[in-house]
């Protein structure tokens, strides 16, 4: 397949794939925090340092729960969204998908601010998985605004 | 069926596809304005903010010291030995430096401890040396005394377990208040007077500030700090399982 053809099979394929593939990345570090957290272990950020302090936290649970476990829930929910839309084009579930990662990107702030000024550290993981809820809320938001280019795009 | 037969047919029906979609009425399927971008992000915004606000209020976060006093008992079926929890003969010794007003203490209670008590101390291969070291503040103070006065009977893991099950919101912020500590040791059905006078003692006053100068001495410097035969071990519960069993020798 020669450049052209590439970008022609690019621009016909549905945009929520690039959605679920956002929302499996995020599944994935939320449901490996997740993991560590309920098996009462830290996570390993390599040479970084701040998981550790950050998992530590009180604020790393709420209502005793890890808030990992929150990120997977958003995580699987934003994909069955992404799927579900790719399947039907209802327009309606690409407007859940946005609205919930813009929801989630309410929280991310939350957790930032109090990573730098409460915590005093950050956890990559939990900036990873912060950075993969604001590309699905902007992937989103691109795709609703021209949601005309991909009314016809099918899977 | 070769490829030069079927593009132009699969181009016409998507030709044909997208004539027919844009001269149809607006379907379900391209309805989103319905769903006006500004309605659902003030909508996602509130109930963003809404969750947060909860969470402030109800949720996540260092928890007020609880107005009434929170029994917790040392974990069952592990010996205990003044402030030695597991097998005395173990071959492995995790000396366990802590402040009683620290939350990470608190929270390697919640998360590791558990695991040492499932495996290790379990089966007879570590045992756990506690080792104060209130830096804190005045209340770290008062709640090391109150451990050692409830040692006294015999009871310091249960208080170990009872203080941080009181652990408060802010540190010498009256958690670890003098009728608080006095409450907790009646809680755990301590001898009250004794414990009182114990908790007042010199004997309490020397273990707490023994326990400043021991910490300082194996250049200890934050709580939690988890030493396991004589190696500082970082980490959770999978670093310190590893590290004794390298120091078992297996």
Not at chain 1, 17 to 38: H, K, M, Q, R
Not at chain 1, 110 to 124: H, K, P, R, S
Not at chain 2, 63 to 89: D, E, F, H, T
Request: proline letters at 4%; aromatic letters at 8%; one cysteine or more.
């Amino acid at each position: 397949m020669d450049r052209s053809g590439l970008w022609s099979r690019l621009r016909s394929t549905h945009p929520a794939l690039v959605l679920a593939t956002l929302d499996l990345i995020g599944l994935g570090i939320a449901s490996y925090l997740s993991s560590v957290e309920l098996r009462g272990e830290l996570p390993n950020c390599g040479p970084l340092h701040g998981c550790e302090q950050v998992a530590l936290s009180p604020y790393s649970r709420i209502g005793g729960i890890p808030v990992a476990v929150f990120g997977v829930i958003l995580s699987l929910v934003l994909l069955g969204l992404a799927i579900a839309w790719w399947r039907t084009n209802d327009g309606r579930l690409l407007a859940a998908h946005y609205g919930l990662s813009l929801l989630g990107v309410v929280f991310e702030l939350y957790f930032t601010y109090l990573e730098l000024f409460v915590i005093g550290a950050v956890c990559v993981w939990c900036a990873s998985y912060g950075i993969s809820l604001v590309a699905r809320f902007l992937v989103a938001l691109w795709v609703w605004v021209h949601r005309e280019r991909f009314a016809d795009a099918r899977p | 069926m070769s490829s030069e037969q079927v593009r132009p047919l699969r181009r016409e029906r998507r030709a044909a596809a997208l004539a027919q979609r844009r001269a149809a009425p607006r379907t379900a399927a391209r309805q989103p304005r319905r769903f006006g971008i500004g309605l659902v992000s003030v909508l996602a915004l509130l109930a963003g903010l809404l969750i947060v606000a909860a969470i402030l209020v109800v949720g996540g976060g260092p928890k007020p010291a609880p107005a009434s006093i929170i029994r917790a008992a040392a974990p069952a079926g592990i010996p205990v030995s003044g402030r030695i929890l597991g097998n005395a003969a173990a071959p492995v010794t995790i000396d366990l430096y802590e402040d009683f007003q620290c939350p990470a203490c608190l929270r390697w209670g919640q998360n590791v401890f558990p695991n040492l008590v499932r495996n290790e101390l379990g089966a007879g291969s570590a045992k756990i040396a506690f080792h104060g070291f209130a830096f804190i503040g005045a209340e770290s103070k008062d709640a090391g005394r109150a451990a050692w006065a409830a040692e006294q009977q015999g009871r310091f893991w249960d208080m170990w377990a009872t203080l941080y099950a009181n652990q408060g919101v802010r540190e010498n912020g009256g958690s670890f208040g003098r009728e608080r500590l006095i409450a907790m040791a009646n809680s755990l059905g301590l001898d009250v007077a004794r414990f009182t006078a114990d908790l007042d003692s010199a004997g309490a006053a020397a273990f707490v500030a023994d326990g400043i100068a021991d910490a300082t001495r194996a250049g200890v410097n934050s709580t939690p700090t988890v030493i396991v035969n004589g190696t500082v071990v970082a980490g959770g519960y999978t670093e310190l399982a590893a590290a004794i069993a390298v120091a078992a020798g297996r």
